[in-house]
Protein backbone atom coordinates (compact mmCIF):
# COMPACT_ATOMS: atom_id res chain seq x y z
CA UNK A 1 0.00 0.00 0.00
CA UNK A 2 1.09 3.69 -0.98
CA UNK A 3 2.40 6.05 2.24
CA UNK A 4 -0.99 8.04 2.24
CA UNK A 5 -1.33 11.88 1.23
CA UNK A 6 0.06 14.50 3.57
CA UNK A 7 -2.24 16.15 5.76
CA UNK A 8 -1.21 19.47 5.91
CA UNK A 9 -4.26 21.96 7.18
CA UNK A 10 -7.19 21.61 9.49
CA UNK A 11 -9.22 21.82 6.39
CA UNK A 12 -8.05 18.02 5.23
CA UNK A 13 -8.29 16.69 8.98
CA UNK A 14 -11.94 17.55 9.21
CA UNK A 15 -12.68 16.31 5.75
CA UNK A 16 -11.38 13.42 6.56
CA UNK A 17 -13.02 13.29 10.04
CA UNK A 18 -16.49 13.84 8.40
CA UNK A 19 -15.91 11.23 5.68
CA UNK A 20 -15.04 9.11 8.80
CA UNK A 21 -18.56 9.75 10.17
CA UNK A 22 -20.50 8.80 6.58
CA UNK A 23 -20.68 9.11 2.55
CA UNK A 24 -20.47 12.58 1.57
CA UNK A 25 -20.18 14.90 -1.39
CA UNK A 26 -17.70 17.32 -2.53
CA UNK A 27 -20.07 20.30 -2.44
CA UNK A 28 -21.78 19.08 1.09
CA UNK A 29 -18.06 18.21 2.93
CA UNK A 30 -17.46 22.10 1.66
CA UNK A 31 -20.86 23.63 3.39
CA UNK A 32 -19.65 21.65 6.04
CA UNK A 33 -16.03 22.70 6.46
CA UNK A 34 -17.50 26.03 6.36
CA UNK A 35 -19.69 26.16 8.99
CA UNK A 36 -17.02 24.63 11.11
CA UNK A 37 -14.72 27.04 10.31
CA UNK A 38 -16.95 29.93 10.17
CA UNK A 39 -15.31 30.75 6.93
CA UNK A 40 -15.93 30.04 2.81
CA UNK A 41 -13.72 26.90 2.11
CA UNK A 42 -13.30 26.78 -1.61
CA UNK A 43 -13.54 24.11 -3.99
CA UNK A 44 -10.17 24.44 -4.58
CA UNK A 45 -8.90 23.24 -1.17
CA UNK A 46 -11.36 20.31 -0.91
CA UNK A 47 -11.70 18.62 -4.34
CA UNK A 48 -7.57 18.47 -5.58
CA UNK A 49 -7.50 16.80 -1.70
CA UNK A 50 -10.45 14.50 -2.45
CA UNK A 51 -8.36 13.42 -5.76
CA UNK A 52 -5.47 12.66 -3.91
CA UNK A 53 -7.26 10.70 -1.88
CA UNK A 54 -8.54 9.08 -4.47
CA UNK A 55 -5.27 8.40 -5.77
CA UNK A 56 -3.98 6.45 -2.46
CA UNK A 57 -7.29 4.65 -2.67
CA UNK A 58 -8.67 6.19 0.89
CA UNK A 59 -11.93 6.77 -0.92
CA UNK A 60 -14.22 5.07 -2.82
CA UNK A 61 -16.60 7.07 -5.34
CA UNK A 62 -19.72 6.56 -6.50
CA UNK A 63 -22.29 8.14 -9.18
CA UNK A 64 -25.51 8.81 -7.46
CA UNK A 65 -28.88 10.48 -8.16
CA UNK A 66 -29.94 12.07 -11.44
CA UNK A 67 -27.36 14.57 -12.05
CA UNK A 68 -24.74 12.11 -11.16
CA UNK A 69 -22.64 13.81 -8.26
CA UNK A 70 -19.68 11.80 -6.73
CA UNK A 71 -20.17 10.99 -3.55
CA UNK A 72 -16.80 10.03 -1.33
CA UNK A 73 -16.41 7.20 1.83
CA UNK A 74 -13.41 5.58 2.89
CA UNK A 75 -12.11 2.29 1.84
CA UNK A 76 -11.12 -0.20 3.94
CA UNK A 77 -7.52 1.61 3.83
CA UNK A 78 -8.84 5.64 4.49
CA UNK A 79 -10.29 3.93 7.44
CA UNK A 80 -7.18 2.49 8.91
CA UNK A 81 -5.29 5.99 7.38
CA UNK A 82 -7.74 8.18 9.87
CA UNK A 83 -7.47 5.79 12.83
CA UNK A 84 -3.43 6.16 12.68
CA UNK A 85 -4.00 9.85 12.46
CA UNK A 86 -5.88 10.17 14.83
CA UNK A 87 -3.63 7.88 17.08
CA UNK A 88 -0.42 10.23 16.37
CA UNK A 89 -3.12 13.55 17.40
CA UNK A 90 -4.02 11.61 20.31
CA UNK A 91 -0.31 11.52 21.22
CA UNK A 92 0.53 14.94 20.50
CA UNK A 93 -2.44 15.97 22.99
CA UNK A 94 -0.85 13.64 25.79
CA UNK A 95 2.42 14.90 25.37
CA UNK A 96 1.30 18.53 25.61
CA UNK A 97 -0.96 18.52 28.51
CA UNK A 98 1.07 15.43 30.41
CA UNK A 99 3.23 18.53 31.75
CA UNK A 100 -0.13 20.13 33.36
CA UNK A 101 -1.61 17.19 34.94
CA UNK A 102 -1.23 17.34 38.76
CA UNK A 103 -1.61 13.93 41.15
CA UNK A 104 -4.63 13.95 43.73
CA UNK A 105 -2.68 13.78 47.08
CA UNK A 106 -5.01 11.32 48.19
CA UNK A 107 -6.44 9.12 45.58
CA UNK A 108 -3.16 9.59 43.21
CA UNK A 109 -5.61 10.59 40.19
CA UNK A 110 -4.58 12.89 37.24
CA UNK A 111 -6.31 16.45 37.46
CA UNK A 112 -5.91 18.33 34.57
CA UNK A 113 -7.62 21.84 35.45
CA UNK A 114 -9.68 22.67 38.81
CA UNK A 115 -9.57 20.38 41.95
CA UNK A 116 -9.29 21.39 45.19
CA UNK A 117 -6.51 23.05 47.12
CA UNK A 118 -5.62 22.99 50.70
CA UNK A 119 -2.30 24.55 52.62
CA UNK A 120 -1.76 21.87 54.89
CA UNK A 121 1.50 21.91 57.20
CA UNK A 122 2.74 24.36 55.34
CA UNK A 123 2.10 22.22 51.88
CA UNK A 124 -0.28 23.22 49.16
CA UNK A 125 -1.93 20.12 48.73
CA UNK A 126 -3.94 19.15 45.39
CA UNK A 127 -7.14 17.28 45.53
CA UNK A 128 -9.14 16.28 42.85
CA UNK A 129 -12.43 16.94 45.01
CA UNK A 130 -13.49 17.92 48.39
CA UNK A 131 -13.87 14.14 50.03
CA UNK A 132 -10.38 13.31 49.06
CA UNK A 133 -9.44 16.42 51.15
CA UNK A 134 -11.69 15.82 53.95
CA UNK A 135 -9.87 12.06 53.75
Request: proline letters at 1%; charged letters at 30%.
Amino acid sequence: MKKGPRITSLVKLSALLLLSEGKRHGYELIKELGKKFGKQISAGEVYPFLKNLKKYNLVITKKVGAREKKVYSLSSAGKVFVHSILKRLDDVVDAAIKSKLIKCAHCGCEIYKGGYSKIMKGKRMTFCCLACAKA
